[in-house]
């Protein structure tokens, strides 16, 4: 597995999964949730983004 691309999908993933935990925050209009929307964004973003990765990793491997 190409360790470089499963780092990259994970942290673009969490960007965006924090961006979404800052919109959540920003809907419910409370300033005391904001921190555990964006740690929960970002930790949940990563891992999907991991995931996702070595499922394609191993996809193509298994295609080969």
Do not use: C, K
């Amino acid at each position: 597995m190409n360790i470089r691309m499963l780092i990259f999908s994970g942290i673009m993933t969490a960007l965006v999964g924090s961006f979404l935990g800052l919109v959540v925050a920003h809907i419910a209009e409370r300033e005391s949730r904001r921190p555990a929307a964006v740690i929960v964004g970002t930790g949940l973003g990563f891992a999907i983004g991991v995931g996702y990765e070595a499922m394609q990793q191993n996809r193509e491997r298994e295609t080969d």
